[in-house]
């Protein structure tokens, strides 16, 4: 078997496939974490599960895993698609896929083993950055020549996202693990937290956040059958997401003894942010006008209408939660892990998702193995993420409201009990879909060949 | 006009994209760097012991649960187990020697800045009594039991938290 073959989509095809796997073993790792929170000795304390492990497998898994390969996969679609050209290089394509995995799978073993440097997102030892970055590299090559070769002048807004986010999030990497310094991944003091969360938020901004709107953009003039609303509103949205996007990392730590400057930058930049947002989701909700049934027709166009539901929310809430008078409530709290799942699952994940349905049929020729099982799939996932949103964020503000009254941190946990188990069962709606989604993405790519679309 | 640009994009693109990067760097971290206070009172550096049980601390993922930050609005309020222990607010200072620094991000847990400041904090014998059985101390607890560690390690992490002033 050549693992390099080249062929056609074939690229895209692995990392979707790829995407679906992690999602299963992602929401597994968060499975376990959620049980831990509720039962911590039912699961008999093995070490390698234990939560402060499990977690860092589960955030990476999910995030580099799940959302990151859909996201890479369905560029990998966009770009000559949308370039009328082929991709420049199938093979390139496909070693940038093997390594991408290798990466994932060496960081869930070293994770486990407890090999990590402990700073959110950029757990990953060395050696894994090393080829985390070789990945990125490759597949911005892959892209830059066939952005170079290609039939189409024209470049629409998803080219620019892509291409924005690959060369972002190259030196985001770099500079956010530190990679010149092998032994910690870190620099010293204060400056190291707000390296770490310049990294954080932006991995999450110009990776996750720009990929899933180029892919947004691609997928919804086309399920409604109509040109984009404007060209020119996108491109505002574009510069103005770059500019402020990428200097608001401090709102993560805006109670750190960090200097008071910084602070007003990140929260003056976090309201801002409110432009670009808006103007990407008013650009996507006025080419859908009128056609919501033309959306809710097509699986693909409901994951990427709720997932820009999701940004909505998610963007109303992140501003807000960066005032220091919120913050002060919320900081700490599951509050903030609401957010995340928001972000990284409501919008990100089910944009991905969105993208992996749109994607598969036209890149194998025919139908999905199972519109109706996508369907299930999608309503699981709306069922758990809109309660996880519920639960964890009344979670939240009951522990934020318990220590600012000088309640005992031990005495909360009992208050918050319920929460928890309810956090775990909703785990389970979004485990089972991501198990249905992995056994209908493989039978759409393996299965027997049904009709042809 | 979103046209045009759209034609003759690619330069452009790239060329903002990286200055957009360059300016986040330059402005959110290098200046912020460069104005940062020397090492206050409580900052320290650690023995060998200590830095040992500071990497298993880091290798366990006691961070995912535990903060080392107290902030403004819970001094004299935060409380651990008798009211307003979680002590003196957080500076700049206290981390300057910490590589990398162990702020936070969700607390599970009692925040950990200046346990060792508590009248059990200081005790090794509690701290390890603790990591072995937690539900012993504090019934309730969250806290997986770290039991299967070494002697020497838990001694290690014990000799750590005693750092934490
Ligand atoms: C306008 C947009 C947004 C703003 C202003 C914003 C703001 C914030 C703030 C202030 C925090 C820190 C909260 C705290 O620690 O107290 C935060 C956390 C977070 N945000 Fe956002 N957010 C935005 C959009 C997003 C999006 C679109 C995503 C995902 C794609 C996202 C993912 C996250 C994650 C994963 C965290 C958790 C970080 C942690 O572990 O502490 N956010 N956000
Ligand atoms: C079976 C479903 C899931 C369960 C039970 C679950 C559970 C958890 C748990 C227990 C945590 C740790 C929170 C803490 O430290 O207090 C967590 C964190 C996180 N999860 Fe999940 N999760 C699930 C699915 C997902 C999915 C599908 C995604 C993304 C696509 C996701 C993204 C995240 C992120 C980004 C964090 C970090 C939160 C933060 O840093 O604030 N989770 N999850």
Redesign the interface.
């Known amino acids: 078997m050549n693992i390099l073959k080249d062929e056609p989509y074939g690229t895209t095809k692995g990392f979707l496939l790829s995407s679906a796997a992690w999602m299963v073993a992602g929401s597994l790792a968060g499975f376990i974490g959620a049980v831990e929170m509720v039962a911590p000795e039912l699961l008999g304390n093995i070490p390698w599960i234990a939560f402060g492990r499990i977690r860092q497998i589960h955030t990476n898994l999910v995030m580099f895993g799940f959302v990151g390969s859909a996201l890479v996969g369905a560029a990998h679609y966009l770009v000559p698609t949308l370039l009328r050209t082929p991709l420049h290089s199938e093979r390139i394509g496909k070693a940038s896929l093997w390594s991408w995995n290798l990466a994932i799978t060496a960081g869930v073993v070293t994770l486990s083993l407890g090999y990590t440097q402990n700073r959110e997102y950029a757990e990953l030892i060395w050696p894994i950055d090393i080829g985390v970055l070789i990945v990125l590299a490759l597949v911005f090559y892959n892209f830059l020549q066939t952005l170079r070769r290609r039939k189409e002048n024209l470049l629409y807004v998803s080219i620019w996202y892509i291409v924005g986010s690959f060369v972002f999030t190259f030196f985001t990497y770099f500079f956010g693990n530190a990679v010149w310094n092998p032994e910690t991944g870190s620099i010293i003091g204060i400056p190291d937290a707000v390296l770490a969360w310049f990294y954080g938020h932006n991995i999450i901004a110009f990776f996750f956040t720009t990929l899933a709107v180029a892919v947004a953009y691609y997928i919804i003039p086309i399920v409604a059958r109509t040109p984009l609303y404007s060209h020119t509103l996108s491109l505002i949205g574009f510069w103005t997401i770059l500019i402020m996007y990428s200097h608001i990392g401090t709102h993560h730590i805006i109670q750190a003894p960090v200097q008071t400057w910084l602070k007003v930058i990140a929260v003056t930049g976090s309201i801002g942010m409110l432009i670009p947002v808006l103007t990407v989701l008013v650009n996507l909700w006025l080419t859908m006008r009128g056609r919501l049934g033309n959306i809710h027709a097509d699986v693909a166009g409901k994951f990427v209408f709720a997932g820009s539901v999701w940004y909505l929310l998610t963007c109303l809430q992140g501003p807000l939660q960066s005032l220091p008078s919120v913050q002060r409530l919320t900081h700490f709290t599951n509050w903030v892990v609401g957010h995340a799942h928001m972000g990284i699952l409501g919008f990100a994940g089910m944009t991905a998702l969105g993208g992996v349905y749109f994607i598969l049929p036209r890149v194998t020729g025919r139908s999905l193995y199972s519109a109706r099982l996508a369907d299930i799939q999608y309503w699981l996932i709306l069922i758990g993420m809109t309660g996880f949103f519920v639960v964890l964020t009344t979670a939240g503000l009951i522990q934020g409201n318990g220590w600012l009254n000088g309640e005992v941190v031990y005495r909360i946990l009992p208050e918050i009990h319920l929460y928890m188990v309810l956090r775990a069962s909703l785990g389970i709606l979004i485990a089972g879909g991501a198990i249905i989604g992995l056994y209908n993405i493989f039978m759409s790519l393996y299965g027997p060949k049904g009709e042809t679309s | 006009?979103?046209?045009k640009?759209?034609?003759q994009?690619?330069p452009y693109?790239?060329t903002?994209?990286?200055v957009?990067?360059v300016?986040?760097?330059i402005?959110?971290?290098l200046i912020?760097?460069l104005?940062?206070p020397g090492p206050s009172k409580l900052a320290r550096s650690y023995s060998e012991t200590e830095l040992r049980g500071r990497l298993i601390y880091?290798?366990?993922?006691?961070?995912?649960?535990h903060?080392q930050?107290v902030?403004?609005?819970?001094v004299g309020?935060?409380?651990?187990?008798v009211?307003?222990d979680i002590g003196p607010?957080?500076?700049?200072g206290?981390?300057?020697?910490?590589?990398?620094?162990?702020?936070?991000?969700?607390?599970?847990?009692?925040d950990l800045s200046h346990v060792a400041s508590r009248p059990y904090g200081a005790v090794t014998e509690w701290h390890i009594l603790h990591l072995k059985d937690p539900?012993l101390v504090?019934p309730?607890?969250?806290?997986?039991?770290y039991?299967?560690l070494p002697e020497d390690e838990l001694e290690a992490l014990a000799a750590y938290m005693l750092t934490l002033k």
């Open positions: 006009m979103g046209l640009i759209n034609q994009g690619l693109l790239i903002g994209s990286l957009a990067l300016l986040g760097i402005v959110t971290i912020p760097a104005g940062e880091q290798r366990e993922g006691c961070w995912y649960c903060t930050q902030r403004p609005p819970e309020i935060g409380t651990v187990q009211t307003g607010e957080t500076t700049a206290d981390y300057a020697l910490q590589k990398p620094v162990y702020w936070g991000t969700e607390r599970q847990g009692p539900d504090n309730g607890t969250v806290m997986p039991s039991a299967h």
